[in-house]
């Protein structure tokens, strides 16, 4: 890496969050064709049968990739420090420039909470998503498969609400977030400006 350069994101990171946001896209497309039954968006599919297979196995694909984010993203999102809770508390600077903000770690006090809704919600949507996948023919549907309707629809309409805000903030509120997910380096700077606790402890 160059001395100006620092390594945020590794090539594995980088495709399983391009699969995640893929797969999380297909799914609310046809998931609100499922919904609103639009048949414009059934037939973009090839039809509803088919757009119900596509919308179960990227389900499938969506908890697979959700899953192997918790082995890279679980345990710093968890660790919650005092220097985190003083960022929420400045609303991470969004509202003043002049706000002076707490040294950040790998991910931000935001980006931490954000992720655990997102994880959250996926489990959510992932067990509820199963069980309907699974589910006995409608004269014999029980009162939790009728639950997991509820929640699983609940939990889409946060999720929908939620990922446009994070791509936001990782393009437009934060320029040179992207580049994260793209080449996985950042300017050493850039990231001493925003993850101060994390650039020390790799040594720049």
């Known amino acids: 890496m160059s001395n100006n350069?620092?390594?945020k994101a590794g090539g594995f990171e980088i495709?399983?969050?391009w699969v995640l946001a893929i797969s999380f896209f297909i799914l609310a497309i046809s998931g609100f064709g499922f919904l609103f039954h639009l048949e414009q968006v059934g037939s973009?599919?090839?039809g509803f049968n088919q757009m119900r297979d596509i919308h179960n196995w990227s389900g499938v694909v969506f908890a697979v990739s959700l899953f192997l984010t918790m082995f890279k993203y679980l345990t710093v999102a968890?660790?919650?420090?005092a220097d985190d809770m003083a960022w929420l508390g400045k609303a991470g600077g969004y509202f003043s420039k002049k706000a002076q903000m707490p040294p950040q770690d790998e991910l931000n006090a935001g980006q931490k909470?954000?992720?655990i809704v997102v994880l959250l919600l996926g489990i959510a949507i992932s067990v509820t998503g199963v069980i309907m996948w699974l589910r006995p023919e409608m004269a014999d549907?029980?009162?939790w498969v009728l639950f997991s309707f509820l929640v699983h629809n609940i939990a889409s309409d946060i999720f929908v609400i939620a990922i446009p805000i994070h791509i936001y903030l990782a393009t437009l509120a934060n320029?040179?977030?992207l580049r994260i997910m793209i080449s996985g380096t950042v300017p050493v700077e850039w990231a001493r400006k925003r993850h101060a606790k994390w650039v020390q402890k790799l040594g720049y």
């Open 141 to 143: 549907v029980n009162k």
């Open 5 to 7: 350069m620092i390594k």
């Open 175 to 177: 320029p040179g977030t």
């Open 113 to 115: 909470l954000l992720y």
């Open 15 to 17: 495709l399983n969050h």
């Open 44 to 46: 973009a599919f090839g």
């Open 78 to 81: 968890l660790n919650f420090s």
